[in-house]
């Protein structure tokens, strides 16, 4: 099959919801795809954040093969072993107190949403079940997450959205505590707006918000489905900040390519989610859990963090340094840079040609490299990258 053969008989079966460039991946290694032509890309997108470990690690592989041929499902209504290992891990390495696994980033946040409004419920009754969100959030695509996120766009054609969100300006402490009174049970935040732009908050805003929380003990959401997982050099961003938030929730990084979504709760959280107040078919599946503990082996090693801070120090100087490049946002390897000249779309189709593949981020171009790419790859990326924007 050519690839107009592959494009058209997409067009004629999938849902056209997704606008996408004019090549089909048909295999890849390390920080490396190739696409159906023969044709070789450096890899700077990581699937959207999900493939930390990149493509098809052999650690990886082996877990995930090795768990299929064993016991590829068997549901919740009896005990595993994968899904137990990964939340020991998750805990130790996070100080969180319990897991809930999902298959998602937008299912990870409804969990932590319905956990929130049933803390509150269950310790002061009905009516305190308003969520906070920041404007140019993003929380995902299900109804309740399109109305979480912050960002008007996401708001047409699906009405009736869910009732209980309202929005605050990310950095305004002062709106923020304005917008918070006796209905309000929880602030729903990432700490690096991924979707938005590569934007992080402001050390002293999220200091004073989490102040103002805890005085009113009003739960505090990290959504970390994109920054989670070791993206930032750290293995949560909130690290960066010096916060435990009560919540957290993870998602892309966690499998390293297959669907999951975690939420993690603190210790006065653990008991609030009772018997079947929450479940999922496939949540918590073994062989999706087995490839995440693969991830959780190498990532959650403070060497291998470092070394992530590092290859992201390297990226960011370096792009700091070309002429065309305004600004660069964003921590570890989840880079936002801002342009002088030209849009991201036309900057992430150039490098597309010359065989590298980017994000975009509103007007940002966004990199969100493997975790593990190697120094080679990085160098090879960069020069493309340097010469489409030069
Ligand atoms: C991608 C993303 C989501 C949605 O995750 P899905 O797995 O697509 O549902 C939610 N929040 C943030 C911050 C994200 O980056």
């Not at 499902?73 to 990964?86: Q, R, V």
């Not at 300006?169 to 209905?183: G, H, K, R, V």
């Not at 490049?325 to 570890?332: E, R």
Request: proline share 3%; glycine share 12%; charged share 25%.
């Amino acid at each position: 099959m050519n690839f107009k053969e592959v494009k058209e008989r997409d067009q004629e079966y999938i849902l056209p919801t997704y606008k996408r460039f004019d090549v089909c991946i048909e295999e890849g290694k390390g920080a490396t795809c190739t696409g159906s032509d023969g044709k070789k890309y450096i890899d700077f997108t990581s699937g959207i954040g999900v493939n930390s470990l990149g493509y098809s690690d052999p650690e990886w592989v082996k877990a995930i093969s090795e768990q299929a041929a064993r016991l590829n499902h068997t549901s919740n209504l009896y005990y595993t072993l994968p899904d137990g290992e990964l939340a020991e891990r998750l805990c130790n390495k996070t100080g969180y107190s319990r897991v809930f696994f999902g298959n998602s980033g937008a299912e990870a946040n409804e969990g932590a949403i319905k956990t929130a409004r049933k803390y509150s419920f269950d310790k002061y009754g009905e009516g305190r079940s308003t969520i906070v969100t920041l404007v140019n959030s993003f929380h995902g695509r299900t109804i309740t997450t399109l109305t979480a996120t912050g960002q008007d766009v996401f708001h047409q054609y699906f009405s009736p959205f869910t009732g209980g969100f309202r929005y605050v300006e990310a950095n305004n402490i002062l709106s923020l505590a304005e917008n918070i009174d006796d209905t309000v049970c929880a602030v729903m935040l990432e700490f690096i707006q991924g979707e938005g732009g590569v934007v992080p908050l402001e050390e002293g805003f999220v200091k004073a918000l989490f102040e103002l929380c805890q005085e009113k003990d009003i739960l505090v959401i990290a959504d970390e489905v994109q920054t989670g997982v070791g993206r930032t050099g750290k293995f949560l961003a909130s690290e960066h900040f010096g916060v435990q938030p009560d919540i957290t929730t993870l998602a892309k990084g966690l499998g390293g390519g297959l669907p999951i979504g975690a939420v993690l709760v603190s210790e006065k959280l653990k008991d609030v989610m009772g018997p079947s107040s929450h479940g999922s078919t496939f949540g918590g599946n073994p062989i999706v859990c087995a490839g995440a503990n693969a991830v959780m082996k190498r990532v959650a090693d403070d060497n291998f963090l470092r070394e992530v801070s590092a290859k992201g120090d390297k990226l960011r100087s370096c792009l700091l340094c070309c002429g065309k490049v305004a600004s660069v946002t964003g921590l570890g390897m989840m880079l936002g840079i801002e342009l002088k000249s030209g849009t991201s779309g036309e900057v992430a189709q150039a490098c597309l040609e010359k065989g590298l593949l980017i994000l975009t981020a509103k007007e940002k171009v966004r990199l969100l490299p493997p975790l593990t790419i190697t120094d080679e790859e990085l160098k090879k990326g960069l020069q493309i990258l340097w010469d489409v924007l030069s």
